[in-house]
């Protein structure tokens, strides 16, 4: 795939969660990947989240949660996008997630989950996967 | 040239002819498994080494005696032989009962002091009803709203004899007001507790994120807790001056030190400009560093971080009480090293890192538990956690003689090395201004998030092994009995702070939030009026958005 015509991706962190390594890295080898990423810095309220994504009319948002937040701050983000007409923009997640909310998260409509020690290549794959995926759809 | 550099000399020749000669002749067959190593922080390491003429030669200076400076063999004469590090279990969740229950099982299981964690908007200064709140309360830690929660946490816990580590920086003084009075309640006057707060907020902007105020403010609060415990609550460690974060942000090991000790000199700059002297409030200054699995050099990064801190409080700040030379620390094995792949790993990573700790002289530990990749532990992963301190103090032997490790060639080497780099490290923040000027430049924050970026992609290249991770990968999904926080927690801390505010003296609590701005506004200490906003009943939300309208908040800015 041609660098340049890359989506632009929002990598965000919702809630009170401080942990921003994962995310800078996530960040950092999505921009290695081509991708143009805007990260929103630590402790965003889904709605500012929401409100920089559609702004700047990204493909997908990335949310990092460490705290354990993640159903209800992913559900508030989803919700959020609903309410725009947003739906398009594709969610995926990652952090601290224990394994059983993972099929919660994606009935709700978080497209992949990342936890730890996911290898940046399977992460960089996978995300061109679903933008791929979901232009086609 | 000494006798001891002659003798080193001709040792340092016959390595080199045996360098050249039958290592050569052996490399030329079977070559080394990579053409370089380096440590988990990227530090070269040699094939061998010898001994250096200066760890003998200027041994008082170097490494000196355990219990006397430069502290570099420990910070007591007999170390371990005459107590055990205090085994400390960083805990806490859901309510106050809850977490309540867990430190009595701790204490029943063995644990020698309490270590609170609290979760998010406790740490940030909201009340559970905040917005802000939402979906966070009790989470990664329990909720503490006001007082009548401080009093269910710490219930049954004799505060005269538990040391509590409190960990809580923003809200600091709130916290440390409410253990104050739960003390009051028991009967334990102030002077009679003992325990820490973390109160390092620079650490906070530059890696952990529960920030409130603004530096200038926060690093005035700060001052006004040295002030005040060095009159009134004389046993407390009033700050724990924290490695740990920057490390699991992703710094190096030098970076740990450099980094931590440029916040202690941040600290002790603006305590002295508040017109306290050194000698009364550095003997209460603590450190928290992280250990990590590559166990030569993080053992080494303690001893140099010993060595270095004596060094800058007796020739930078003039100290010359021997408490105030002294880095005593708390360790945490290393968080971020932690795999959700085959958990059961991270037992015997926990287990290497904590033996770093050990061999370093850690004045307390925190081991992890298997299971906090995924989540907070469960009661089962934690006992095993603490089983693994147990066994390193009872039956490795470990703990018999002191510094067990000084005089290895290697060990020292990594002490002087890290010792240089971090030193190079407080060269770079001085310049910048020092620490609160280079954190609002990002500098720190960039070094650390680049170091983090060439760690992952060493692994993400296969350059380091992680084992279950990117080597050794199994197919079987884990199953592992996960910790959950109770469903009903939000809620039934809700109702009780609905509870509080409707039962407490209306009028009492709004002349005392009034004492609290005053202050704020004002120069005067703002313990006492935070103390009595507490006794009062009045919220870690209320008093600290009353401060917040004085202060400011803080807000991280991206680029």
């Known amino acids: 795939m041609n660098a340049a015509v890359k989506p632009r991706i929002l990598i965000g962190k919702p809630g009170l969660d401080g942990h921003d390594r994962g995310a800078k890295y996530v960040a950092q080898i999505l921009r290695d990947a081509g991708f143009e990423v805007i990260y929103t810095g630590i402790r965003r309220s889904p709605e500012q989240i929401v409100d920089t994504a559609v702004q700047e009319d990204v493909a997908a948002i990335g949310l990092s949660l460490l705290s354990g937040a993640h159903l209800a701050l992913f559900t508030r983000v989803l919700e959020l996008l609903h309410d725009r007409g947003a739906d398009d923009i594709v969610v995926f997640g990652g952090g601290t997630i224990p394994p059983k909310d993972i099929p919660r998260l994606k009935e709700m409509g978080v497209a992949e989950v990342f936890t730890p020690g996911t290898p940046a290549r399977q992460i960089v794959a996978a995300i061109d996967d679903c933008l791929l995926h979901h232009s086609v759809m | ?559």
């Open chain 2, 1 to 559: 040239m000494s006798a001891t550099e002659e003798q080193v000399d001709h040792i340092k020749q016959a390595v080199e002819r045996w360098n050249a000669g039958p290592v050569a002749k052996l490399l030329a067959k079977f070559p080394e498994q990579r053409a370089k190593f380096v440590t988990a922080s990227d530090r070269q390491v040699e094939r061998l080494y010898a001994p250096e003429a200066a760890t003998i030669d200027r041994y008082a200076e170097k490494l000196g005696l355990p219990g006397e400076y430069p502290f570099t063999r420990g910070v007591q004469p007999t170390m371990y032989r005459g107590r055990f590090w205090t085994m400390r279990q960083y805990a806490g969740f859901a309510t106050a009962e809850e977490s309540n229950q867990r430190y009595r099982y701790l204490l029943e299981q063995g644990t020698t002091g309490l270590s609170v964690a609290f979760d998010l908007p406790t740490q940030i200064g909201y009340d559970s009803d905040d917005p802000m709140a939402a979906g966070e309360v009790g989470k990664v830690g329990v909720a503490i709203d006001s007082l009548a929660d401080m009093e269910t946490l710490l219930d049954g816990i004799p505060l005269d004899r538990i040391s509590t580590s409190m960990t809580i920086n923003a809200t600091a003084a709130v916290l440390l007001a409410m253990y104050i009075a739960v003390g009051e309640k028991q009967g334990v006057p102030p002077e009679k507790l003992n325990g820490t707060i973390q109160n390092d907020i620079l650490k906070e902007y530059i890696a952990r994120g529960t920030y409130r105020f603004p530096p200038g403010p926060s690093l005035r609060l700060i001052s006004d807790i040295f002030a005040y415990c060095t009159e009134k609550v004389p046993n407390f460690n009033t700050i724990s001056i924290s490695g740990y974060h920057i490390r699991e942000a992703g710094s190096t090991a030098a970076q740990e030190i450099g980094f931590t000790l440029a916040d202690a000199i941040c600290y002790v700059d603006t305590a002295l400009q508040a017109g306290l002297k050194v000698d009364d409030f550095a003997p209460r200054l603590a450190f928290f560093f992280a250990a990590h699995s590559d166990l030569f050099e993080e053992a080494a990064k303690f001893r140099a971080a010993r060595r270095l801190y004596a060094r800058i409080m007796k020739e930078r700040f003039g100290a010359v009480n021997p408490k105030s030379l002294m880095l005593r620390f708390h360790t945490q094995t290393g968080g971020v090293t932690l795999t959700a792949q085959q958990p059961d790993n991270n037992v015997v990573r926990v287990t290497i890192q904590a033996l770093a700790a050990v061999l370093g002289g850690t004045q307390s530990l925190h081991t992890n538990s298997k299971d906090e990749a995924m989540a907070l532990p469960t009661e089962e992963s934690v006992t095993v956690a603490l089983r693994t301190q147990q066994l390193i103090a009872y039956e490795s032997g470990v703990t018999n003689t002191v510094d067990p490790l000084a005089g290895s060639f290697y060990v020292e080497k990594l002490t002087d090395d890290l010792e240089v780099e971090a030193e190079g490290i407080i060269k770079l923040i001085d310049a910048r201004g020092g620490m609160v000027a280079a954190i609002e430049q990002g500098f720190v924050q960039k070094q650390i998030e680049e170091s983090a970026y060439r760690y992952g992609q060493s692994i993400d290249n296969g350059e380091r092994v992680i084992v279950g991770v990117n080597k050794f990968t199994g197919d079987e999904p884990p199953t592992i009995n996960l910790f959950e926080v109770p469903e009903s927690t939000t809620q039934r801390q809700l109702d009780k702070l609905r509870g509080v505010r409707a039962s407490r003296d209306v009028a009492r609590v709004e002349a005392a939030l009034a004492a609290v701005k005053q202050a704020a506004v004002g120069s005067e200490n703002l313990m006492p009026p935070i103390l009595a906003a507490v006794r009062a009943y009045a919220t870690v939300g209320e008093i600290c958005s009353t401060l917040a309208g004085v202060f400011g908040e803080f807000s991280e800015s991206t680029n």
